[in-house]
Structure formats: C-alpha cells, structure tokens
C-alpha cells in the first residue's frame, strides 16, 4: 500500500459529513460535504469518499489510507446505546461505582443527580479474590465461582462484561485469569479487564473507565465493519484509521479493543487543525472555534499545542458542573463544548425569553431553510434572514435554501410571540447564540486561568466564520483568523495526526524514596508494548518518538499535574531532576511553588508516536495572484449591521479569487462552497500566506 498518492479524511458530524481528499502526486485538495444520514452514518461516508474521488479523478485504488473520525462513543455513552453489561469485580466492591468519589459537584441543590452507573445493581457481581495494595497475591480466582458468573451473565443474555478487580493496576494476574476463563466458557461475549483498558490508580475512574469500554465495543465493531464494507464498495482495500481523543491516530484494531479512547475523537481533529495552522503562521497561541450544524467547540492552543488531559466526563447531567457526568481516564484533548450550531433551534421559555439551543434539528429534518420538512426555526434560519448566507449558493450551490419559509418560521416562533420586527428576531437568535458561545469559551479559559482576550479567535467549522467575529467582539479578543477551507477544517487535523498511543502505569510513592529499578522495568514494558502496537500498524522502529510523563504532587495533595521527564534509565540522581521539572511546572501553571517539600508520584505515562504527515497547507485553495480585491468581488447583498442598525449593502467576495497580500475593508462577505465569512461591522480584512482571512476587531 505504500507509495499510493491519496489521502482522505472523513469527519461525521450532526448535520454534515466532510470529506477532504489529498492527492499528493499533484499537491491538491478537493473537498465535499454531504448531509449525515443519522441511521446509517456510514452511507454518508460512502456518498463523500465517492464524490471526492470524482472531483479528483482517482479510484479507490490510489488510496493509502483512510483516516476518520466520529462522535458515536460520546452519543452512545449519552443516549445509553451500548450493549447490556455486567461487571466482575472483588466481593465487597461492586458498589464503588455508584458511591463514585461521594463528592457533591452543587452542595445546594436538594434535588441534585448523579450520573447513573452503566450497569444495573443487579448485574455488578462479586468474586472472592484479593491483591494487596502492594501487588502482593492473596488470594487466587476459584475457576468454578467465575464459571457459575458466567452462567449468570449469559442466561441474562448480557454480551459485555467489564472486569475491575481490587489493585488490579500493581498486580494483574487475576484480572487476566478470569479474563482467559470467560474467553474459554463463553468465547461470544465482549470482555475488557481494567487492567488493558485503564490500569491506574483510583477505583471508581478505573472501573467506570472499563465499564464505558466495554459497553460500547459491539456498537463500534459494527460500525467500523459497516465503515469498511463502505470503503470496499470505493474499491479502498488500503488502511482504515481511526483519531484518537488525544490528538493521535490508531489503527482498527486497537480502536476496537480500546474504542473509549474514540470519546472525543471528531472534536480533537480540529483543535489539532487550529494547532498546525497556528504554528504555520506563527501565531502560537490561539482560542480554536469550531461551529457546526450542531455543537461548537471551543479549545486553547498554547506554544503550538492544545493542552492534553487525562480526565474527561461524559454524560453530566449539567454540563458546566464537574463531577455531575461519568469519569473516564483517557487522554483527551481539553476543550468545551456547547449545544449551540446553525441547527440549533430558537424557541421562548416559560419566562417569555429567547433561547438558543441546545436541541438540535439536526440533518434530518434540519433548518426550515432546507425544505426537508422542518419547522422550528434555527440559527441558519436567522443568518439566511441577516443576509449572511446566500439562498442559491449553499454549498457551492449544491443546496437551495428556502428564504421564506425560514422567515415565515421566526416569524411565527419568535418574533410573534415577542411583539417584535422578523429582522430584530433574527437578530436577537443570531446575538444569543453568539453569547452562549462566547460565555462558554470564557468559562473554558478562565478556568485554565487564561484571559480570552489574549487569543485570537480561529473559526472554523460551516457556521464558525459567520459568528466568530461576534463572539470575538464579545470576548475582547482582537483578531479573527479564518482559514481556507474552513467548513471541512477538522479533516485537515485527521491528515496531519501522527499514529500516536499512550501507556500508563501506577506507581505511587515519594520521589526522593522510589525504587528505580521497577520504575525502569515499567517503562521497558511501556516501551515494548508500545513498540509493538505501532510497529504492527506501519510505523518503522526508527521512525518512534517516545515521550515520558510523570503525574505528580506535593506530598498530602489530592490531584497531580503532568511534568515531562527525561529520557534514559532513571537512577538515585534522577530524583533531583525530577523535582527540578515539577517546581517549574507547578509554578509555570499556579505562579508560585514549593522547593524542597516532598514530592509524590502517582502514574508514568509513555507517549509513543510516528512522524507527522506532510501536509502543504499553501494547496487548500485560491489564487497565487495578489491582484486587486476589488476584482474577487462577485456582486452586493443586504445584509444585516448591528452598528448601523439595519440593513445596508455590502461587497460579496469570492474567496477563490483572493490571494496572499489583499487587504480589503469591512462590512462583507466572503464566500467560499463550505462556509461563509461574515464581517458585518467595520474592520481591517487581509489574507496572509495560508490564504486565511485576518480580521480586525478593533
């Protein structure tokens, strides 16, 4: 399969699935975009791979590999779709997942929730079997009490079955013995041990990580076959892979025994898109903002990079509230998102006030705009009303939109009910939203304890240029950075992630008093696991680069941060170097730290990853010619200037007719087939050397 020249990227979302398609053999891209069939997302990837392939002339046959990302694990996890479960774990214990950490996330709220476990009371079984907290074997499996569970579990017809034993993370070999006695008894159920999937300390993450595993392995084995019958009916014989929360790719194989890792895999595609054309453009340090048809993300990119976590919440029952949703301990790449996309639907609440959001219209039937049979008005509705978006030229044209019926909608929905003009309604949906989203991103820095104002905004997404400098404005933030391609820019981060995986071990103890020989020996057994899984996936011995972590703490505090360590054996000296990392990053991260107090470690993580794709970034579109701007101008619309209060005419540009070194000036509007970029208020416009269109708050 080496050596073939295309590359395609595939990005399924509420509304839209976008396909971008590269041709390394003449450096070009080609894009599509095709409404997401909710039933069968799979269909739609079909569709896009198909249309791409014609746009570049290219068979299926040309293509290296396939890298794709979705959202199903999180909508699964959400909806509780998964397969019915059971849990095995030590007697004694089968209730820890739903005490969880007997923390309170609103100590005021008398009729709080908490997120319910995956598994039934009834279903969470106990074996008697212990490991010491030390790793110490006290007591082994009795093979005719897991044959007896077993019996249970398929009389049942449960067919997943997350194991979580005690102290499983220092010692796994009970954990793995009834791994192997399910295997043998009942070969057709799905089974994850915790001790594969999250062997690291902390028993309700540990166990509520296995569970959510588990749970939607059958679901994503269905799906990724579906997927590859799609891509075999492309004649695509060549590799499937899959993005990884962090940032990373995986192949099939590990996506299916480890799909939990997919749980923020769509999302983590564009913060890593806003991290490669931040580093291109030397502008390192940006605020990525990704609107779609249905959710917009909001992720800090800080020295080139978006900050990795290892906890993540799926499910809250608030979603500002940590603590109100399920824990997962993976990497993920830190972000917030919202319910607020151009299907957002606009409705009054039982206080009389308007409100955007969260629920969705999703694809099916859509914003009344489409004509598919919609009649809640939507915030594409409203920016169609603005003049933001052109009726006839929807994606490219491809995509009528209906003017009046949309208006006919916020009329009767909004504008009606609040004794107010179409126009101001339409106004009033686009403003709220734009709020939402900016009070979230806000929410997202300060907590991190960033000021917004410092970041440029970088929108993408279908409706992120047409709201980005809004809610920049809202922010204080000074600049707007809209890329080429900007409505498919998350498939621009599927292309250029690296198959990359992380290992992590639990090791707890003072860093001055650690036994260094096993820290070596756990990282020689990260490293040769870590080695074997992505060499089995393509990547050369030579070609790996291996990166240590340490999740550390002063000693009698609750939560670690992660320090980077050096590379080589660690020894009685390594203990110093240590200490030097962490009192830098503690005081990096909270202006102040502690030399000389004792230092605790908890887990060393390894992160192993390939080399970075090229991707020419200059090829996503337009001209190389730096002629006029008055030239790209293709006609004047109406379009809606909070400033001026009203409607007034503005330039309608063709963003395939600007090239690097145009200036031109706000109000306008500049149009490309899979987004529009909105400037409804006087502003500096340029294009840089990426072809992205700078806009100027101020």
Excluded at 32 to 58: C, F, I, N, Y
Excluded at 190 to 217: F, M
Excluded at 477 to 485: D, K, L, W
Aim: charged share 25%.
């Amino acid at each position: 399969m080496a050596g073939k020249p295309v590359r395609i990227g595939v990005d399924i979302g509420g509304t839209f699935t976008d396909v971008l398609l590269f041709d390394a053999t003449t450096g070009a891209f080609h894009i599509d975009k095709v409404l997401t069939a909710p039933d069968d997302p799979s269909s739609a990837v079909g569709d896009g791979v198909a249309s791409a392939l014609e746009k570049a002339d290219q068979s299926g046959a040309s293509v290296d590999h396939v890298i794709h990302g979705t959202t199903l694990v999180t909508n699964a996890l959400i909806e509780r779709r998964g397969a019915p479960t059971a849990l095995i774990t030590t007697r004694g214990f089968r209730d820890a997942v739903e005490i969880g950490r007997e923390h309170r996330y609103d100590l005021y709220d008398i009729f709080l929730e908490m997120p319910k476990p995956l598994v039934r009371r009834r279903w969470r079984l106990e074996l008697d079997e212990r490991i010491a907290a030390d790793g110490t074997m006290l007591q082994r499996v009795d093979p005719s009490q897991v044959a007896e569970l077993v019996r249970q579990i398929d009389d049942a017809g449960i067919s997943a079955v997350g194991v979580a034993l005690l102290h499983s993370y220092r010692n796994p070999e009970n954990e793995r013995e009834v791994g192997r006695l399910i295997s043998e008894l009942a070969p057709h159920l799905t089974v994850s041990l915790s001790s594969d999937v999250a062997p690291e300390i902390r028993e309700y993450e540990r166990v509520s990580t296995t569970l959510a595993n588990v749970y939607v392995r059958p679901l994503v084995d269905r799906y990724l076959a579906d997927l590859r019958d799609e891509l075999q009916a492309q004649k695509i014989e060549s590799d499937l892979l899959i993005m990884l929360s962090s940032g990373g790719t995986c192949t099939v194989d590990t996506a299916r025994s480890y799909p939990v890792r997919l749980v923020e895999s769509g999302p983590a595609a564009g913060a890593l898109a806003a991290a490669r054309f931040g580093s291109e453009l030397n502008a390192p340090n940006l605020l990525s903002f990704d609107m779609g048809g249905t959710t917009a993300k909001a992720c800090l990119i800080d020295g080139g990079e978006p900050t990795i976590s290892t906890e993540f919440e799926v499910s809250r029952m608030y979603r500002f509230k940590k603590g109100s949703g399920l824990p997962v301990k993976v990497p993920v790449i830190e972000m917030i998102e919202i319910g607020a996309g151009g299907g957002s639907i606009a409705a009054i609440d039982n206080l009389g006030l308007l409100k955007v959001g969260p629920q969705s219209a999703g694809s099916e039937p859509g914003p009344v705009c489409y004509g598919r049979g919609g009649t809640r008005p939507t915030v594409t509705d409203a920016d169609l009303i603005l003049g933001y978006l052109d009726p006839g030229f929807f994606l490219g044209g491809d995509m009528q939109l209906d003017f009046e019926a949309a208006n006919a909608a916020v009329r009767e929905h909004v504008a009606t009910p609040l004794e107010m003009t179409v126009p101001a309604a339409a106004w009033g949906i686009h403003q709220v939203v734009n709020e939402n989203m900016a009070n979230a991103a806000r929410v997202h820095a300060v907590e991190r304890g960033k000021d917004p104002r410092a970041y440029p905004v970088f929108a993408f997404g279908g409706a992120g240029p047409v709201h980005a400098l809004g809610v920049a404005k809202i922010l204080g933030s000074s600049e707007v950075i809209a890329p080429a391609g900007a409505g498919v820019l998350s498939t621009v981060g599927f292309l250029s992630a690296p198959l990359a995986f992380d290992f992590v071990r639990s090791f707890r103890g003072l860093v001055d008093e650690l036994d260094w020989n096993e820290l070596n020996r756990l990282y020689e057994e990260m490293e040769t696991e870590a080695q074997r899984v992505l060499t089995r996936a393509g990547v050369p011995e030579a070609e790996l680069h291996l990166t240590r972590l340490a999740e550390l703490r002063y000693a009698g505090q609750g939560h670690e941060i992660t320090v980077e360590l050096s590379t080589g054996g660690f020894s009685d000296q390594s203990a110093r170097d240590i200490a030097s990392r962490f009192d830098a990053e503690y005081e990096r991260l909270y202006q102040r730290s502690a030399p000389g107090n004792p230092i605790e470690a908890v887990n060393w993580r390894l992160l192993v990853s390939g080399p970075s794709p090229d991707l020419p970034l200059r090829q996503l579109g337009g001209c190389d010619e730096p002629g006029p701007a008055e030239a790209a101008i293709k006609g004047r619309r109406e379009m809606y200037i909070p400033e001026w209060d009203g409607y007034h005419t503005a330039p309608v540009y063709d963003r395939y007719r600007l090239g690097p070194g145009l200036s031109f000036q706000g109000p306008a509007i500049i149009e490309e087939r899979e987004s529009t970029v909105v400037v409804n208020a006087p502003a500096d416009v340029w294009v840089d050397s990426l072809r992205s269109l700078r806009i100027s708050t101020s």
